[in-house]
């Protein structure tokens, strides 16, 4: 019986009458995954960059918010194609590549995610749970269609180059990091800083210029509605971590006195 995959982030986007909220897991953990997954959000992005994850760990979370009705994404470490490939052969459909700030490095960010004649992917959909070892029918015909690919633009010269960024035929969509986007302005921390924001904003502008969808990562609410507002089609607005931590002292302060 052929198996059909789920809708990437891209497709799901494209049929959304408001924008996507979602979260980081970042914990490394399969169960906060599925207690995520199980939230009603619409999203989740499991984080190889900063959180303790490798192919195994990503494997398992995938596994275990499959059968909900959400969205898994992966943000991979860097746009290192061996790692892209890994990623999408375990099952990936929706990949977000990081420190992204030219139209070269998002073109060698497609290029990695494609089959051949288009791109550089290794062909090995018989062996992976990506094509469902062969269960998905023409899936290497078809794999453009189950893949959608993100680009997270977090520097000055990402900003700068956001319009051509986006116009790069394969990229479905741009993330925007404010804190290494601080960062590079040297205002580490500071990512609610008038000209960080500011910075945003352009990107914003530059993205839907060219027809992309944008989003970007908040987690204070009232800067999440002020993106949403200038027109960010899908948002980050906290962390399975972070929640756990600021719970957690929460109890500690109201029944240790800590």
């Not at 860097?78 to 990623?87: C, E, F």
């Not at 959909?125 to 269609?145: C, F, K, T």
């Not at 009232?222 to 929640?243: E, K, N, P």
Request: glycine fraction near 10%; charge should be negative.
């Amino acid at each position: 019986m052929p198996i059909r995959l789920k809708p990437t982030l891209r497709d799901v986007l494209t049929e959304a009458d408001r924008p996507l909220a979602g979260m980081w897991v970042s914990s490394g953990s399969a169960v906060v995954a599925e207690i995520c997954a199980g939230s009603g959000l619409d999203w989740i992005l499991i984080d190889m960059e900063h959180g303790p994850n490798g192919l195994e760990s990503v494997l398992a979370q995938l596994h275990a918010v499959a059968a909900y009705d959400i969205i898994p994404a992966v943000r991979v470490p860097s746009a290192d194609a061996t790692v892209l490939k890994q990623v999408l052969d375990i099952g990936a459909q929706t990949v977000i590549v990081p420190m992204i700030s030219s139209a070269a490095e998002a073109a060698a960010a497609v290029t990695a995610v494609r089959y051949t004649p288009r791109g550089i992917r290794g062909v090995g959909s018989a062996l992976a749970r990506s094509g469902r070892w062969n269960r998905v029918d023409d899936y290497l015909a078809h794999a453009d269609a189950h893949v959608s690919l993100f680009v997270q633009i977090e520097s000055s010269a990402g900003v700068e180059a956001a319009g051509e960024i986006a116009a790069v035929d394969g990229v479905d969509g741009v993330f925007v990091g404010p804190s290494d986007l601080a960062a590079s302005m040297g205002l580490l921390g500071d990512q609610t800083h008038p000209d960080v924001v500011a910075a945003v904003l352009h990107t914003f502008e530059a993205v839907r210029a060219a027809g992309m969808p944008v989003g970007v990562n908040a987690f204070d609410p009232g800067v999440v509605q002020s993106y949403l507002d200038a027109g960010a089609r899908f948002v980050v607005v906290s962390a399975d971590v972070t929640l756990l931590a600021r719970g957690s002292e929460a109890l500690a302060a109201r029944w240790s006195g800590a």
